[in-house]
């Protein structure tokens, strides 16, 4: 895959319209999203009182994966993520099953957020809710990106504040307790072990995982080599700030085993801290967040979409882009009907280790694309990309033993498909 061009307004590209502080937006409208409120449950689960050291490790292989990506995005800024630089660097099969990987495990997030969504605006009609929601988003999609970052930023200025609320009860709450409990709740226990370290640092790393949306809008970024760099590691490190200070929040408020079972841990610790004020307001928040997790997903997917029909590793029909919009409308639709049906039908709600898995594997492809630069061509440390796909593999394994199963089979029919597709060109050749 050769590098995009950089001029704006050729028939068949998009627009290059989004500035630095538009692609941060949209990196922490992934990242600062329903992930804060629906992992750390499962998370607190799988490592007790070992939670913070899970969101450190799930954070070093962010950060060694968003490195990777902003160095490989700012040489080829194009749509598609890692499905263009796996092609470019290590050859059309990886780059193929990274964007597999990518869509599939995506497109069940995407469901996911939409019935989150559904769980917290109208429980037991969280089905209705999420198709409208999964409707309405893509309508706002499909009319331009502009619009969509325009709305992200609305979403993500409601969720920050909904979180720093809730990080403020808690903290006085605390100091006005009397007794170091609170203390007590942060130490690590003697249930903590390193296997559940690192489920939990799997499982978190779904909510790190946003960065990626950055990379994929590469082709309607504003001078790339530069904004990309400089904005995949700005919105991850804001989002580690705000993780860890609700994390630390979450378990002063609750301690591990509240926080293990607590369904809406964000509003038991608002009620924890005595603000009942503020239970309802972090629902409403949680329902927001989940809209911008889900606004952004489906951007993302739609975009290596789009670079994979481009290339007839999808039908080529979805390569089209709108004449008037510059937004690829065909897949922005094909995957809004995808994930209205899915959302309509199945619950996802337990899909995060099985996006984690899918997504933890397009990340080794490309720490592993990221080995192949030159220092020319802006490579990073080496130590950056060996650790970066030694801990997707390391993380990928310790999930849960169906999530590991699920997404090894949907890259297996991925690379099925992939060598009967090559057989059936060749043949037709």
Same mark, same amino acid.
Not at 105 to 112: E, P, Q, Y
Not at 123 to 130: D, F, L, M, Q, S
Not at 218 to 224: C, N
């Given at each position: 895959?050769?590098?995009?061009?950089?001029?704006?307004?050729?028939?068949?590209?998009?627009?290059?319209?989004?500035?630095? /502080?538009?692609?941060?937006?949209?990196?922490?409208?992934?990242?600062?999203?329903?992930?804060?409120?629906?992992?750390?449950?499962?998370?607190?689960?799988?490592?007790?009182?070992?939670?913070?050291?899970?969101?450190?490790?799930?954070?070093?292989?962010?950060?060694?994966?968003?490195?990777?990506?902003?160095?490989?995005?700012?040489?080829?800024? =194009?749509?598609?993520?890692?499905?263009?630089?796996?092609?470019?660097?290590?050859?059309?099969?990886?780059?193929?099953? @990274?964007?597999?990987?990518?869509?599939?495990?995506?497109?069940?997030?995407?469901?996911?957020?939409?019935?989150?969504?559904?769980?917290?605006?109208? %429980?037991?009609?969280?089905?209705?809710?999420?198709?409208?929601?999964?409707?309405?988003?893509?309508?706002?999609?499909?009319?331009?990106?502009?619009?969509?970052?325009?709305?992200?930023?609305?979403?993500?200025?409601?969720?920050?504040?909904?979180?720093?609320?809730?990080?403020?009860?808690?903290?006085?709450?605390?100091?006005?307790?009397?007794?170091? =409990?609170?203390?007590?709740?942060?130490?690590?226990?003697?249930?903590?072990?390193?296997?559940?370290?690192?489920? @939990?640092?799997?499982?978190?790393?779904?909510?790190?995982?946003?960065?990626?949306?950055?990379?994929? &809008?590469?082709?309607?970024?504003?001078?790339?080599?530069?904004?990309?760099?400089?904005?995949? %590691? &700005?919105?991850?490190?804001?989002?580690?700030?705000?993780?860890?200070?609700?994390?630390?929040?979450?378990?002063?408020? !609750?301690?591990?085993?509240?926080?293990?079972?607590?369904?809406?841990?964000?509003?038991? =610790?608002?009620?924890?801290?005595?603000?009942?004020?503020?239970?309802?307001?972090?629902?409403?928040?949680?329902?927001?967040?989940?809209?911008?997790? !889900?606004?952004?997903?489906?951007?993302?997917?739609?975009?290596?979409?789009?670079?994979?029909?481009?290339?007839?590793?999808? %039908?080529?029909?979805?390569?089209?882009?709108?004449?008037?919009?510059?937004?690829?409308?065909?897949?922005?639709?094909?995957?809004?009907?995808?994930?209205?049906?899915?959302?309509?039908?199945?619950?996802?709600?337990?899909?995060?280790?099985?996006?984690?898995?899918?997504? !933890?594997?397009?990340?080794?492809?490309?720490?592993? /694309?990221?080995?192949?630069?030159?220092?020319?061509?802006?490579?990073?440390?080496?130590?950056?990309?060996?650790?970066?796909?030694?801990?997707?593999?390391?993380?990928?394994?310790?999930?849960?033993?169906?999530?590991?199963?699920?997404?090894?089979?949907?890259?297996?029919?991925?690379?099925?498909?992939?060598?009967?597709?090559?057989?059936?060109?060749?043949?037709?050749?």
């Amino acid at each position: 895959m050769h590098e995009a061009a950089s001029g704006d307004g050729q028939p068949g590209e998009l627009r290059r319209r989004l500035g630095l /502080s538009d692609a941060v937006v949209i990196g922490l409208g992934s990242m600062v999203g329903a992930g804060i409120f629906a992992a750390l449950g499962p998370a607190a689960r799988a490592a007790g009182s070992a939670l913070l050291p899970g969101l450190g490790v799930a954070a070093l292989v962010a950060y060694c994966n968003a490195t990777s990506s902003a160095r490989l995005a700012a040489r080829f800024p =194009a749509s598609g993520g890692t499905y263009v630089y796996g092609r470019a660097r290590l050859g059309e099969f990886w780059g193929f099953l @990274a964007g597999w990987g990518f869509v599939v495990g995506k497109t069940a997030s995407c469901a996911a957020m939409a019935l989150t969504v559904g769980a917290y605006v109208w %429980p037991g009609r969280e089905h209705a809710v999420a198709v409208a929601a999964v409707l309405v988003l893509t309508a706002v999609n499909y009319a331009g990106v502009q619009k969509s970052v325009l709305l992200t930023r609305l979403i993500v200025t409601v969720v920050l504040a909904v979180l720093a609320s809730v990080v403020i009860a808690v903290a006085v709450s605390v100091g006005t307790s009397s007794g170091p =409990a609170w203390s007590d709740r942060l130490a690590l226990g003697d249930g903590a072990t390193p296997g559940g370290v690192l489920e @939990a640092a799997g499982l978190l790393f779904f909510a790190f995982a946003g960065y990626a949306r950055i990379a994929t &809008l590469g082709e309607e970024v504003r001078d790339p080599q530069r904004t990309i760099p400089r904005a995949v %590691p &700005l919105a991850l490190g804001i989002a580690l700030a705000v993780y860890a200070a609700v994390s630390v929040a979450v378990l002063a408020a !609750l301690g591990p085993k509240g926080l293990a079972e607590a369904t809406a841990p964000l509003a038991d =610790a608002a009620r924890a801290a005595g603000a009942e004020w503020l239970v309802p307001v972090t629902r409403a928040g949680a329902a927001v967040a989940a809209l911008g997790s !889900l606004l952004a997903l489906i951007l993302g997917v739609s975009r290596t979409t789009l670079a994979m029909a481009r290339d007839r590793n999808l %039908p080529h029909g979805l390569s089209a882009v709108h004449p008037r919009f510059r937004v690829p409308h065909r897949a922005e639709l094909a995957v809004g009907a995808v994930v209205a049906v899915a959302a309509a039908t199945v619950d996802l709600r337990e899909a995060i280790g099985f996006s984690s898995f899918t997504v !933890l594997a397009y990340y080794a492809v490309t720490n592993a /694309s990221a080995w192949t630069l030159t220092p020319a061509e802006g490579r990073p440390p080496r130590i950056v990309p060996a650790a970066g796909l030694a801990g997707c593999a390391l993380l990928a394994f310790a999930l849960p033993t169906a999530s590991v199963v699920a997404g090894s089979a949907v890259l297996g029919a991925g690379a099925l498909f992939y060598g009967v597709r090559g057989r059936t060109q060749h043949r037709a050749a």
